[in-house]
C-alpha cells in the first residue's frame, strides 16, 4: 500500500441504482486525503514502507514472529502457529512468558522512577497519584502474595473484578498476571445483576471490588453492587468464597453498605501484612488464558471472550508500538474505561509493555465542564490522546471552543469504536489535534483483542470517515450474503471478514467452544474439515465497503447488536430485562441515532390483556433494563403500544419499529400479519 496512490473513484460515484440496504447506509462521499504532518514522520517507530511487503500474506505465519519479539520470554517458542484443531488457533506454541514481568519488572532497570500510571481523581481538589514503575512493582507484588497466601489463588483461577477507573484496577490485573490467574474485569457501571452473569459463567471464586468511586460528581456507593452480585450468583448456584474490597481513601471506609462478616475483607487492611513480599512471576505457557472479557451477542447470554497470554500480549504491544506509535518518553493517555476491551490492549498491557506512562482518570470527561479532558493533557503533557466519537462530539457540543484555551500539543490522536463523522473528525483534528496531530480510526472488536483496520501514522494519509486498510498482517475480505467475495476497492457494501487468523485474536468463547464456531466461522468456513486456515475467514459481524484505494469504511453491526456510545449491548439482552416487568407480554428494541452517543436503544412493550398502558409501567420498564444491565442500557424512550408489528409467522418486524423510531418511511408493510398496527404505533411515536 504506497500513500501516494490516489482513489481512482469514489465509493459515492461507485452507488449503482441496484443499490442493496447495505449500501444506502453509505451516505458519506469520499473524503479528501490529509497527509501525516512531517515532524511526525520524521520520529515515527515505523516509516519504513517495507512492512507492508514483511507482512504480506505469503509471510503468514512466520512474520508474526516480529510481533512477539517486542516481548521478553522464558522460553522462545517452537512453532509459530498451530492450525491442527481449526478455528482453535494456538500461537507461540512451547513458548512460556509473564504478562506482568512484561508490563512491570523488565522495565525496573531503565525506568524505575519512570511514571507507569498517572491516576487522576475526578475531583480537581484531590490531587494526582504518580504510581511510578518501582511503586507499580512492589504494590503488584504484595497484592499478588495477599491473593496466592491468604486466598490460595493459583494459576488457571478465575476471578471477577468491579473496580472502578482507579490505580488500582491494572495492579489488581497484573496481580493476578502475574500468578497466572485469569481475571475476568466488568465495567463498574455495569449492575451487580450483570455481574453475577459474569462470576456464574467464569466460576469465579472471588469478587474484587471497591467501595467507592466519585462520577459526576457524586460519591457512588459501589459495594452496594458487590452484595447484589454475591446474593444474585450464590441463588443461581455459584457461590464466591470472599469479596475483596479495595478502599478508594486507603483506611477509610466510603460505602454506606456493610461488610458481611467472615465474607468480605478490606484489602487496605489485609496488605499491612504484605509489606515487603515479593512473587516469582509464574512462567506461563503462551496459550494460557490472561483474561476473560463478556461482550454482547444476538443471543440474551454474553459471551465470555478468552483472550491468550502470549499472543494477545504480543498483538498490543506491537500495535501499541506501531500504530499507537508510543514511545518510552510518551505520555499516554487512552480516555476508554479499563472494563471494555479498549482499556485493557490500550490503557493497561500495550502501553506498560513498551514502558510508557499512561493516564487513568476516574470520572465523566466533561466533568465539571468540557475543558476537563484539555486541562488533564495540559497538567500531564499528554501528548498521545485516544477516544471515541461519543467523547468528541460531547466535547465538541459542550465546547467546541475550549481546547483553543489550552497549550495542547497531542502527536497523535486515535478515535475508536463507532464510525465518526467527518464534521467531526475535522474538528478533532483542528481543535484538539491543532493540526499538528496525526489521527488513526482503529477498527476492531473485543474479539480482536486489537486493531484490525487502521493507517499506519507515517505511512498512509488520513482520510476522514473511513478506517483505513488492514494493519500489517491484517488482510479483510468483503464477501456478499451468500459468500461470494466482492471486488477489492468495488466500493459495495459486505460482510468484512478477516482472511487470516492473528495473534490477538481470542481462543474461544469461554465453556462454549461450539458458539465460538458457530458465530465466527461457520457462515463463510469453505470446509469444516479443512485443516487449512485459508478456509477458515473470521466473520466480524460488520457491514463494510471498501474503496478503489483500499480503505474500509464500517457501515455497523449486521447482527442483532446495538453500538451505544461505542459499546455493544445485545437486543435480546434488553428484551429480556423488560420481560422480567410482570405487566409486559413483548419487548422490541431497535436503534435510534443520538447526536452523541451515535445509537441508543428505543424500547416498544406491549401488555398483557387487561392491563392499562400508563406512564408508570413505561418507568418500571425503563428502570428494570437499567438495574438488570446498567445506565449505559437505559432505553431512550419506552413506547407501550397495543401489539407489536408481526409476519404472518408471528415474527417481531423490528425493521418496521426501527423505521418509525427514526420517522422514516417502514415502506410496504402490506405483507405483515397486522399492518393497521402500523399507523396506531406511529401515532404513539411521534
Ligand atoms: C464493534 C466492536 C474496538 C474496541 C471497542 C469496541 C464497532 C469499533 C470502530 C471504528 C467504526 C467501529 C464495530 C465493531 N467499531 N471500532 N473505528 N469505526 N466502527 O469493542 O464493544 O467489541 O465493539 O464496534 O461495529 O464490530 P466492541
Known amino acids: 500500500m504506497s500513500r501516494d496512490k490516489s482513489p481512482r473513484h469514489s465509493a459515492a460515484e461507485q452507488q449503482s441504482s441496484d443499490a442493496t440496504e447495505a449500501q444506502i447506509a453509505v451516505h458519506w462521499p469520499e473524503e479528501a486525503y490529509i ?279 504480543a498483538y498490543v504491544a506491537w500495535t501499541s508500538k506501531y500504530i499507537q506509535d508510543i514511545h518510552p518518553e510518551d505520555v499516554y ?16 498491557y500495550g502501553p506498560l509493555a513498551l514502558g510508557a506512562s499512561s493516564v487513568v482518570y476516574e470520572g465523566v470527561p466533561t466533568w465539571p465542564d468540557a475543558g476537563r479532558p484539555w486541562r488533564i493533557a495540559e497538567n500531564l503533557g499528554v501528548n498521545i490522546f485516544h477516544t471515541s466519537p461519543t467523547a468528541i462530539r460531547a466535547l465538541r457540543r459542550s465546547g467546541p471552543d475550549e481546547p483553543a484555551k489550552y497549550n495542547l500539543r497531542f502527536k497523535h490522536m486515535t478515535t475508536v469504536g463507532e464510525p465518526i463523522e467527518p464534521e467531526v473528525w475535522k474538528w478533532y483534528l483542528e481543535s484538539v489535534g491543532k493540526n499538528k496531530a496525526v489521527i488513526v480510526d482503529t477498527w476492531w472488536q473485543t474479539e480482536t483483542g486489537g486493531f484490525l483496520c487502521s493507517t499506519v501514522p507515517a505511512l498512509h494519509r488520513m482520510k476522514p470517515g473511513s478506517t483505513g486498510p488492514g494493519i500489517p498482517g491484517i488482510h479483510p475480505v468483503i464477501y456478499d450474503d451468500n459468500g461470494n467475495e466482492l471486488e477489492r476497492g468495488c466500493g459495495k457494501a459486505g460482510n468484512i471478514c478477516i482472511r487470516n487468523p492473528w495473534p490477538g485474536a481470542f481462543q474461544t468463547i469461554w465453556k462454549a467452544p461450539e458458539r465460538y464456531v458457530k458465530t465466527y466461522y461457520a457462515r463463510y468456513c469453505k470446509d469444516t474439515k479443512s485443516k487449512d486456515w485459508r478456509d477458515w475467514p473470521y466473520m466480524t459481524g460488520d457491514g463494510a465497503v471498501e474503496a478503489a484505494d483500499g480503505y474500509f469504511r464500517i457501515l455497523g453491526r449486521i447482527d442483532d447488536v446495538i453500538n451505544v456510545a461505542g459499546h455493544r449491548l445485545g437486543t435480546k439482552e434488553i428484551e429480556s430485562a423488560a420481560l422480567l416487568v410482570p405487566d409486559v407480554a413483548e419487548a422490541a428494541v431497535v436503534p435510534v441515532a443520538d447526536e452523541i452517543k451515535g445509537k441508543v436503544p428505543e424500547l416498544y412493550v406491549s401488555l398483557k390483556p387487561g392491563i392499562e398502558p400508563a406512564a408508570e409501567i413505561a418507568k418500571r420498564v425503563s428502570d428494570q433494563v437499567v438495574a438488570r444491565i446498567g445506565a449505559i442500557a437505559r432505553p431512550h424512550q419506552v413506547v407501550i403500544v397495543p401489539d407489536m408489528p408481526k409476519t404472518r409467522s408471528g415474527k417481531i418486524m423490528r425493521r418496521v419499529l426501527a423505521a418509525i423510531s427514526s420517522h422514516q418511511d417502514p415502506g410496504d408493510v402490506s405483507t405483515l400479519a397486522n399492518p393497521e398496527i402500523v399507523d396506531t404505533i406511529k401515532e404513539l411515536n411521534k
Not at 177 to 198: E, K, M, P, W, Y
Not at 268 to 280: A, P
Not at 338 to 346: K, L
Open 35 to 313: 497527509p501525516p504532518p512531517a515532524p511526525f514522520i520524521a520520529h515515527a517507530n515505523l516509516a519504513d514502507p517495507d512492512v507492508f511487503e514483511r507482512f504480506s500474506l505469503d509471510r503468514f505465519p512466520e512474520c508474526f514472529k516480529e510481533f512477539a519479539d517486542v516481548l521478553d520470554w522464558y522460553k522462545y517458542w517452537e512453532t509459530t502457529f498451530d492450525a491442527s484443531n481449526p478455528p482453535f488457533w494456538r500461537w507461540f506454541v512451547g513458548g512460556r512468558i509473564n504478562a506482568c514481568y512484561n508490563c512491570v519488572d523488565r522495565h525496573l532497570a531503565a525506568y524505575r522512577n519512570k511514571t507507569a500510571i498517572h491516576f487522576v481523581p475526578e475531583s480537581e481538589d484531590e490531587a494526582v497519584q504518580h504510581v511510578t514503575y518501582q511503586e507499580l512493582y512492589v504494590r503488584v507484588n504484595e497484592f499478588a502474595a495477599l491473593l496466592r497466601d491468604t486466598f490460595g489463588l493459583k494459576a488457571g483461577d478465575r476471578v471477577t473484578l468491579h473496580l472502578p477507573m482507579v490505580a488500582e484496577l491494572p495492579i489488581t490485573m497484573l496481580a493476578c498476571a502475574r500468578l497466572g490467574v485469569i481475571h475476568s474485569q466488568v465495567f463498574s457501571g455495569f449492575s451487580g445483576v450483570a455481574c453475577a452473569d459474569r462470576i456464574l459463567d467464569s466460576e469465579s471464586r472471588l469478587l474484587i471490588t471497591m467501595d467507592a468511586y466519585w462520577r459526576g460528581g457524586k460519591l457512588i456507593d459501589h459495594k452496594e453492587k458487590a452484595d447484589i452480585a454475591y446474593t444474585e450468583a450464590a441463588g443461581r448456584g455459584h457461590t464466591i468464597e470472599n469479596v475483596l474490597v479495595w478502599q478508594r481513601y486507603p483506611s477509610r471506609y466510603s460505602s454506606p453498605t456493610a461488610l458481611v462478616e467472615g465474607r468480605d475483607v478490606i484489602v487496605n487492611d489485609l496488605l499491612k501484612t504484605f509489606r515487603g513480599k515479593r512473587v516469582d512471576p509464574v512462567q506461563m505457557p503462551a496459550e494460557a488464558p490472561l483474561f476473560l472479557m463478556y461482550t454482547s451477542g444476538t443471543t440474551g447470554r454474553p459471551k465470555g471472550c478468552q483472550h491468550s497470554t502470549g499472543g494477545f500480549l
Open 333 to 348: 493517555w487512552c480516555m476508554a474505561d479499563i472494563g471494555w476491551i479498549t482499556g485493557h490492549s490500550y490503557i493497561v
